[in-house]
């Protein structure tokens, strides 16, 4: 996966001249954004963290279901979130091999093409900003906010970030609070310190 700062500038430029999102705006709203959305193919796959699930359009990637006990739930949940999204049996190869050696801590990066299209130009940026997050590392919301140029949205990132449709490749885990502690994580804080300490990360736990 290889962000670029023409990208980020680009989605910048987006962000100042066509929306601002408060802190406030709900899980759900985003969430909607997503969802609806034709040509998306889903499926799933085991690793040692769980089964992922993953949907994914001509583009890339759309989403990532974070590790669930079996597959049936797993491609249950991806369909509760694309009711139009076509279960396929075969896993395209890079994806499977790539998210199966992160959860063996055998990965540090992905080459996967991803699918923000839906996403509006503050998410998109917050997004592509903590991407430059390397591995077994860990930024601040502030340091998000200052990296998009609004100093003042840490909290809007933390909205942000919690909606992440493609947590893991895009690794808003590695987002904590400034004080050291976890802060939070849509998929549950105890996901998130495992993820950390897959990584390798120094937590203040």
Request: proline content about 6%; some cysteine.
């Amino acid at each position: 996966m290889k962000w670029n700062e023409e990208l980020l500038t680009q989605t910048l430029h987006e962000l100042k001249a066509q929306e601002r999102i408060p802190a406030s705006e709900r899980r759900a709203v985003i969430r909607a954004r997503l969802v609806v959305a034709p040509g998306v193919y889903l499926c799933a796959f085991e690793t040692r963290l769980g089964w992922l699930g993953v949907a994914r359009s001509e583009q890339g990637v759309r989403y990532l279901q974070l590790p669930r006990a079996t597959r049936s739930a797993a491609l249950r949940e991806l369909q509760r979130e694309f009711p139009e999204g076509a279960i396929q049996t075969d896993v395209p190869e890079g994806i499977e091999r790539e998210l199966r050696e992160y959860a063996e801590g055998r990965c540090r990066a992905f080459s996967a093409a991803l699918d923000l299209a839906m996403l509006k130009p503050f998410q998109r940026a917050v997004l592509i900003a903590i991407s430059k997050i390397p591995f077994g590392e860990t930024r601040s919301y502030g340091w998000v906010a200052r990296e998009i140029g609004q100093p003042n949205a840490a909290r809007a990132v933390g909205q942000a970030l919690h909606t992440n449709p493609i947590p893991i490749i895009i690794p808003c885990h590695r987002v904590i609070a400034s004080d050291g502690s976890l802060g939070g994580y849509g998929g549950g804080l105890p996901m998130k310190a495992k993820l950390l300490q897959l990584e390798g990360a120094a937590l203040n736990l």
